[in-house]
Each structure stands twice: as structure tokens, then as C-alpha cells.
């Protein structure tokens, strides 16, 4: 990944404001966006099972599929962060941070287990 978050962020609303898209761009209608372009990347990888979804993943007409539903999420979370007015990256360390103190590494190193069961 070569391209800071900002300068991806403009180019997104670029692309928005060069359409006039910016009325559709609501919190409410960008948050429903995002679960349906996130049930898009994950109907890619439905009933698949793992040796199943690692073949796919070989196949480049499947990664670009992959790769244009991962995209389309993260072109709405940029669009929402500038909707909502919530820096984006500041919003990820702050989370990481949020994290770290659920799943101290200590407790939940090479575990799946859910925080209040750690
Ligand atoms: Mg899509």
C-alpha cells in the first residue's frame, strides 16, 4: 500500500463531488452501504470451505472480485469519515489502542478467545 489514507480520502471525494454525490452521502445511508458491500466480500466467500477458498483465491478473475468489494467498503468508510467528520487513521490507532488493553498480549497470544472470556 503505497497511498496515505488522506490522499486516498480526496481522490474518493473527488470522484463523489465530480458527480454530485455528495446529498446521497448521508451517516445513515453510508453506514447501510458499507453492510451491503461488506455482505458482497462475504457472499465472494460463502459455504466455500478453507481449501475451497484458498483455490479460489489463486484464480485472478476471484482476486479481482476480492479485491473490488474490499475496495468498495473501504471507498464508503472514506466517505464517511469526511461525512462524519472523523479522522479516519486517528479513529484505527485509537481502536488498536481500545484492543490492545481487551487482548493484552500475554492473555491472547495465539488465541482466538473473546476478551471477557480471556
Ligand atoms: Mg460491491
Redesign the pocket.
Known amino acids: 500500500m503505497s497511498d496515505s489514507l488522506e490522499a486516498l480520502r480526496q481522490e474518493v471525494l473527488r470522484f463523489r463531488d465530480a458527480r454530485a454525490w455528495s446529498r446521497f452521502h448521508t451517516p445513515k445511508n453510508l453506514a447501510m452501504a458499507i453492510g451491503v458491500?461488506s455482505a458482497?466480500l462475504s457472499e465472494l466467500f460463502l459455504w466455500k470451505d478453507d481449501a475451497e477458498v484458498a483455490e479460489a483465491l489463486a484464480r485472478p478473475d476471484f482476486r479481482e472480485k476480492v479485491s473490488?468489494?474490499m475496495a468498495?467498503v473501504l471507498v464508503l468508510l472514506l466517505t464517511m469519515s469526511e461525512s462524519v467528520g472523523l479522522d479516519l487513521a486517528a479513529a484505527l490507532r485509537a481502536k488498536l489502542e481500545v484492543n490492545g488493553a481487551k487482548y493484552p498480549v500475554e492473555k491472547s497470544y495465539g488465541r482466538a478467545t473473546k476478551y471477557d472470556a480471556l
Request: net charge negative; hydrophobic share 0%; proline share 0%.
Open positions: 458491500e458482497e473490488h468489494e468498495d
